[in-house]
């Protein structure tokens, strides 16, 4: 969708289902943050807010998060729930301010609202807060290209840091027809993504993209991280990229993203995959055929233990680590594989069968 003049705007089906994603996830993340980090307390950053709401009454990512947090499980704890919330355009600022005056605080929360430009504003802010010692989740969902590498890198910095981070579909348009290079400088904070101008397709050109920003999260602090996009029903295409240090994290993540309402009109797609195909993520009829493509690509190394392959589909994919075993069980109808069957998935084997075995 296009940038949006108004103080509020009509919410497209990526949002919607960005907002089950995010929502589901902070159900999981507050308890167990606010739990485990007591003594620090906790802190939600949401660097492009908006207005708090859309115009079919529709709530906004800040009142989501607040609501989120207002609950029997964290409140029985003793940790400060920070909600940070950064939006440029004045208006829009002053619509969210009076969104939030209507809400129910608790008295260890403490919301921020901030209005400028998160680059200029978002890091004094989170120093005077002092959050850097607990957990930390920021989600940058901006319009295009607008997230700077310099506040994803000081967030990896917390000691519990994750990042929920968009980007439209055009941010590789413009990045593979060099148009607008200083945008990529800033998200990447080097030029050497500029290399894509280089590739022959749509589908290189993306996953070289995807696996350069992988490796730039990687360096500022998260070494686990999560690529998806969400394609609606129109074609319009909505990349997601999460990042955290904590495979409990990826697990939290995927269960929120697997428990998408279909009725939302987007589906998902994975921008590694060289074919790119389209998913239906439901957790009572999984489609496996993806994972089970990259299982036997990952087998082609040499064989691998199940709890291998459950780390690889969590790590590595946009599956979850249970579908492992269900897409292995489908190729081992198939006599794609052979497996030693073990009760502990460290010693369950699962090797490429022989290609005489194959069709």
């Known amino acids: 969708m296009a940038v949006p003049k108004g103080v509020v705007w009509p919410r497209d089906p990526h949002t919607e289902a960005k907002h089950q994603i995010l929502a589901r996830y902070l159900d999981a993340y507050y308890p167990i943050m606010a739990k485990q980090w007591a003594s620090n307390g906790i802190c939600f950053v949401d660097a492009f807010a908006g207005p708090g709401e859309y115009s079919d009454g529709s709530l906004g990512s800040p009142i989501l998060a607040l609501r989120r947090a207002n609950r029997p499980d964290v409140l029985a704890t003793s940790a400060v729930v920070h909600l940070v919330y950064v939006e440029k355009d004045p208006k829009r600022y002053e619509h969210l301010v009076e969104m939030l005056a209507t809400e129910t605080v608790p008295s260890r929360f403490e919301v921020s609202t901030n209005k400028g430009a998160c680059e200029e504003v978002l890091l004094p802010e989170l120093d005077r807060l002092s959050v850097w010692q607990g957990p930390v989740f920021a989600n940058f969902d901006g319009f295009g290209v607008d997230t700077p590498h310099q506040l994803v890198q000081r967030v990896g910095k917390a000691k519990a840091p994750e990042v929920l981070v968009t980007f ?164 081992e109808s198939n006599h794609k594989v052979d497996c030693q069957h073990a009760k502990a998935y460290s010693d369950y084997i699962v090797t490429l069968a022989p290609p005489s075995l194959f069709g």
């Open 168 to 331: 439209q579909a055009q941010w590789f348009t413009r990045f593979a027809n060099q148009e607008d290079v200083e945008a990529g400088d800033r998200v990447f904070g080097d030029q050497e993504w500029r290399a894509v101008a280089d590739l022959p397709t749509p589908a290189e050109k993306k996953r070289f993209l995807v696996d350069q920003y992988r490796s730039r999260l990687t360096k500022w602090g998260f070494p686990l991280h999560l690529t998806f996009e969400l394609v609606d029903e129109k074609g319009h295409e909505l990349l997601l990229v999460f990042g955290t240090g904590n495979s409990r994290g990826m697990e939290k993540m995927k269960d929120a993203m697997w428990r998408v309402d279909p009725v939302t009109g987007s589906r998902f797609r994975d921008p590694r995959d060289p074919n790119q195909m389209q998913l239906d993520l439901s957790e009572s009829d999984p489609n496996l055929a993806l994972l089970s493509q990259q299982i036997l690509v990952e087998l082609e190394s040499g064989p691998k233990s199940m709890e291998a392959l459950q780390n690889f589909a969590l790590l590595e994919t946009v599956y979850k680590k249970v579908h492992a075993k269900k897409a292995v069980d489908t190729l």
